[in-house]
Structures are given as structure tokens and as C-alpha cells.
């Protein structure tokens, strides 16, 4: 159904691509949508593609066909154009509470904004808020594939936000090499949205240094540092001192790293930015963890301000197997019954992983060697370089214990062409075997 008035409607283009997302959601092909409203489906694209302009009964067809409404107005424009200001300035500075306070308010009038001439900048401007605070809310991926539909005819801004989006999609889901693909298209569109550029750097960075593309990430890092502390956007200069402390941890040099994160942490105390202290306060626990600090690094863990947080309750477990293996034990029951606590498939892979192997006897557990198997060939699908070393390094010490010496030696021969840097904290579930059997 219409609503309001067709000849209030200045943007016709957003129109065509609301009727071509629903007509493709709802698997209608152009033939058959066609015959349905007695229209050529030459021109049917033609209005899809916004090279025609349909009449008011025409546009009448198509969304009874479709069953669906479309609000037709021109009173929100200026709303609209504070809204994607507004959440864009609040998410660029990590006003997340601010963005969701304009946000609700834009989601009491779906109809308003996701079904009229305001849709397609409605639409990105949400899905970047739940995107970029990595968000596993089950509408995202849909909604982005909606979106995916008219790729092609968004223009260049927008088409590099979709992408953009797509990238945080897969890099919370832990699918390094996937979303460095969509950071480096974003990156790749001239003429886009400027604003954009160090934010994408700042996400792509963590894509590098999951593949361990070390010498790319720190200069791309400094680079970044730069532009935010040029534009005044200190908050995100300093969250992005932090991955320089990530590839100082992985190359173990655990001093230099814990030289940034005492120096991130001293500026989110004095600020009082809860978020920032999370994320330097995790890292502070991996370099205490990896030093072999159990106790302090649990003591800095549980200090976090989010227990529920995934990557607390990654890291946790991972100090717990070396602390406390029976208290890791009803941990591990915990955080995989807690519906709170959301994992990646990486994360529950790889927490199976170390379960099976410190807890249960390899001999007498099938489900391990599945795990370890899926959470390998993922690794080495996105190129994850952390998780490619503990697999392959865990499945080669499988089979030498079995004595299937001749599968060890394949699997070793495979690991040295995926993994690009040994690094031996990286095993510490080798050097000290701390099993329970």
C-alpha cells in the first residue's frame, strides 16, 4: 500500500532499489513479477535500476504484489540528514550509548524510515551501529544481504558503508581473511566518504594481525594514529595503540606491549572510559597469562567490567586450564550454557578444543579429534594464523602419541605451508603438559 502523497516523492531511485530488495527476498523473478502486475519486465527493471520512473498506479501494482507498504513523504528530510550526522559523529567517537538513544528513536517509525524514499541511508546508518559494536543480532546478516541486493546501484558513499559494514560483520565472527577482503574494496573507492578511511584502517588492521601481515599492520597503525589525532579523534588514537600492543605481544615483546596498554589504561581510568579499560585490561591478562603469570592474570581478568564479554571469557579459560584445570573444567560448562555469553564458531572451536585436550583422555574421545579437524580447516580458510599453529600443533601431537608417525609427518609438512611465523608462547599447551589424566 501507499502512503502518503506519490507526488511528495523527490527520490525516486531509493524506491526502485525498496522494490527490487523485496521482489529478491521474496525469490519473484522478473518474469513472473512480470505477468503479476501486467508490465514488461524490461521496464520493470528499468525502475529497478532507477533508469524510469513509474507512475502512481504502476507503483500501486507493484506493492500489492510485493505486500508491502511504502510511506511516501518528504517531512523527514532534514531528520534524516541530523539522524546519519548524528549516529555517524557518535559511533566515530564511541558514543555508542548516544547512537542508540537517536537510533530508537528512528526505530518507533519503521515505516517512516525503512520503507519510504529515506530507506537505503536509514538502513546502512543502522546496520553500521549494530555492525560496528559487534552485535550477533540474528536480523543483521539477512539485512545485509537485502542491502547486497542493490550493491550496484548505490552510489559511491554508500556502496563503500555497505561494504564497510560487511567487513565488521565477518571480522566479530572471526573470519580474519573474509572481512580483510571487504576493508580493502572500501578502501579501494575513490571519491567515498573521507570520514571513512581511518576507521576502515582501524578494523582492517585487526585482519592483518590475525594473518600475522605484522610489518603491513604497524605501519598502517602509526598511519592511523596519525589522522585521529590530527582530526582530534583521540579515543580511537589510543584504541588504536592498542593493536600495536597485540603484535608486541604475538612477537613477545612482552615489555614494549605492556608499556602501551599501562598507557592506554592510565588514559580510560582518567577519562573513565569503562569500554577502553575492557579492552587494555584483556590484553594486560594475555601478556600476564603468557609470562606465566596465572594468578595476576586471572586477578586482571575477572577485574574486567564485562564478565559476559566473549573475549573475557575466551581469555579466562585459557588461564584457567593452566591455574585451576577443575575450576577451568565447570567454567568451560558455564560459559557453553550461558546464553549471554556469545561466542564465535572460532571461539567454541577453539575452547573445544583445549577442553578436550587438557580434560579428557585423547584415546577415548572421538568429538576431540572432529573439533580439532573443523577448527584447522577453518583456520587455514581465513588464514588465522593463531588458531592454524594450536590446531595443526595439537593434531601432529595426536597422532605421534597414537604412533600414526606417518600422518604426524603429513600434518607437519601442511603446517609449514600455512603457518608463516613459529612463535613458541604461541603452544604453551605443549611446553607444559597440563593435562588431566
Given at each position: 500500500m501507499l502512503k502518503g502523497n506519490y507526488h511528495e516523492l523527490n527520490n525516486f531511485e531509493v524506491i526502485g532499489n525498496l522494490l527490487m530488495i523485496e521482489r529478491k527476498k521474496q525469490h519473484i523473478s522478473l518474469r513472473e513479477f512480470s505477468d503479476q502486475i501486467d508490465l514488461s519486465h524490461t521496464m520493470i527493471s528499468n525502475i529497478e535500476k532507477n533508469k524510469s520512473v513509474p507512475s502512481e498506479d504502476t507503483l500501486k501494482k507493484m506493492v500489492k504484489v510485493l505486500n508491502i507498504d511504502i510511506f511516501m513523504s518528504s517531512k523527514y528530510e532534514k531528520d534524516i540528514e541530523k539522524f546519519?550526522?548524528?549516529?555517524?559523529?557518535?559511533?566515530?567517537?564511541?558514543?555508542?550509548?548516544?547512537a542508540l538513544k537517536i537510533l530508537l528513536k528512528f526505530e518507533s517509525k519503521p515505516i517512516d524510515f525503512a520503507y519510504s524514499q529515506y530507506?537505503?541511508?536509514?538502513?546502512?546508518?543502522?546496520?553500521?551501529?549494530?555492525?560496528?559494536?559487534?552485535?550477533f543480532e540474528p536480523f543483521l546478516k539477512k539485512e545485509i544481504d537485502d542491502l547486497s541486493y542493490v550493491f550496484d546501484n548505490l552510489n559511491k558513499s554508500e556502496k563503500q558503508l555497505l561494504l564497510v559494514i560487511q567487513g565488521l560483520w565477518f571480522l566479530y565472527r572471526?573470519?580474519?581473511?573474509?572481512?580483510?577482503?571487504?576493508?580493502?574494496?572500501?578502501?579501494?573507492?575513490?571519491?567515498?566518504?573521507?570520514?571513512?578511511?581511518?576507521?576502515?584502517?582501524e578494523y582492517y588492521i585487526r585482519t592483518l594481525i590475525k594473518q600475522y601481515?605484522?610489518?603491513?599492520?604497524?605501519?598502517?597503525?602509526?598511519?592511523?594514529?596519525?589522522?585521529?589525532?590530527?582530526?582530534?579523534n583521540y579515543l580511537r588514537a589510543i584504541r588504536t595503540?592498542?593493536?600495536?600492543?597485540?603484535?608486541?605481544?604475538?612477537?613477545?615483546?612482552?615489555?614494549?606491549?605492556?608499556?602501551?596498554?599501562?598507557?592506554?589504561?592510565?588514559?580510560?581510568?582518567k577519562h573513565s572510559i569503562v569500554h577502553l579499560i575492557g579492552m587494555a585490561g584483556t590484553i594486560k591478562a594475555n601478556i600476564l597469562f603468557v609470562k606465566g603469570e596465572y594468578k595476576d592474570a586471572l586477578s586482571t581478568i575477572n577485574g574486567h567490567f564485562d564478565p559476559k564479554s566473549r573475549w573475557v571469557a575466551f581469555t579466562k579459560f585459557r588461564i584457567l586450564l593452566f591455574k585451576d584445570v577443575e575450576e577451568a573444567k565447570d567454567y568451560y560448562i558455564e560459559i557453553k550454557n550461558d546464553k549471554d555469553i556469545l561466542l564465535s564458531d572460532r571461539e567454541k572451536l577453539y575452547i573445544d578444543c583445549l577442553y578436550f585436550w587438557v580434560v579428557e583422555k585423547l584415546s577415548e574421545n572421538k568429538q576431540y579429534l572432529k573439533s580439532l579437524k573443523t577448527a584447522c580447516n577453518f583456520a587455514v580458510e581465513e588464514n588465522d594464523q593463531e588458531l592454524i599453529g594450536i590446531t595443526y600443533n595439537l593434531?601432529?601431537?595426536?597422532?605421534?602419541?597414537?604412533?600414526?608417525?606417518?600422518?604426524?609427518?603429513e600434518l607437519a609438512k601442511k603446517f609449514g605451508i600455512h603457518k608463516k611465523l613459529h612463535i613458541s608462547f604461541m603452544y604453551p599447551y605443549l611446553q607444559n603438559d597440563v593435562r588431566n589424566e
Open positions: 546519519s550526522e548524528k549516529i555517524f559523529d557518535c559511533l566515530n567517537h564511541y558514543r555508542y550509548e548516544d530507506a537505503i541511508e536509514y538502513r546502512l546508518m543502522r546496520l553500521f551501529y549494530y555492525t560496528i559494536k559487534g552485535s572471526d573470519y580474519y581473511k573474509t572481512s580483510a577482503k571487504y576493508f580493502e574494496k572500501a578502501k579501494e573507492i575513490h571519491n567515498g566518504n573521507k570520514q571513512l578511511i581511518p576507521i576502515i584502517n601481515k605484522f610489518t603491513d599492520a604497524t605501519i598502517l597503525a602509526n598511519k592511523t594514529i596519525g589522522i585521529y589525532e590530527e582530526s582530534g595503540k592498542l593493536s600495536l600492543a597485540n603484535i608486541h605481544l604475538i612477537i613477545k615483546k612482552l615489555n614494549t606491549a605492556m608499556e602501551i596498554v599501562n598507557t592506554v589504561l592510565k588514559f580510560a581510568k593434531r601432529i601431537y595426536y597422532y605421534k602419541r597414537k604412533r600414526h608417525y606417518k600422518k604426524a609427518v
